[in-house]
């Protein structure tokens, strides 16, 4: 006989790893937000998802932009990717308090960070309400890695990233 009981269904499924996806409004602002909602959804063509509560401050900014980016966070930068997640852009600015560094994407209007060792830049291509959060639906356009996670043929060696 099982000793199983029944579990809390929220975030039975964890997701594999936490990200900060990188956006900019219409207006020229940046911003950056942790999710916990991420993953691949398709590989022909490459796309990945980001659930996005839409009460969050980035949500109208990837919502009418059509873009942004997921960039993976190692250990180094847990420190960031904590304050990032716990504190609103509402509230002032975040970026700036925590010097996080910004370069500009190649294909898409978003920042990438240049802290983090992967940035995945996305179009979105469709979006799908579930509930608590809008999954962002994004077509990958330009995938940036630090060389030395990278095998011979241009992939990327996630083992070598210490993942939070």
């Known amino acids: ?7 809390a269904k929220k975030s039975a499924l964890q997701p594999v790893a936490k990200v900060l996806v990188s956006c900019r409004s219409l207006e020229g602002e940046d911003n950056v937000l942790a999710v916990g909602y991420c993953g691949n959804c398709s590989y022909d ?6 659930g996005i509560v839409p009460s969050r401050y980035s949500y109208k900014m990837i919502k009418e932009s059509g873009t ?5 966070v190692d250990k180094d930068y847990k420190e960031v990717f904590d304050y990032l997640g716990s504190n609103s ?3 002032g600015n975040k970026l700036e308090k925590m010097n996080v560094k910004l370069e500009e994407g190649k294909t898409v209007n978003a920042p990438i960070l240049s802290d983090c060792p992967v940035n995945i830049e996305c179009k979105v291509v469709n979006s799908i309400k579930t509930g608590s959060h809008e999954m962002f639906i994004g077509k990958i356009e330009y995938v940036h890695a630090k060389e030395n996670i990278m095998n011979e043929d241009n992939t990327i060696d996630f083992s070598k990233i210490s993942f939070l």
Not at 45 to 50: G, I, L, N, T
């Open 68 to 72: 942004f980016v997921v960039n993976l």
């Open 45 to 50: 063509p490459p796309m990945v998802m980001v």
């Open 89 to 91: 852009k509402r509230d």
């Open 1 to 7: 006989m099982s000793l199983k009981k029944e579990a």
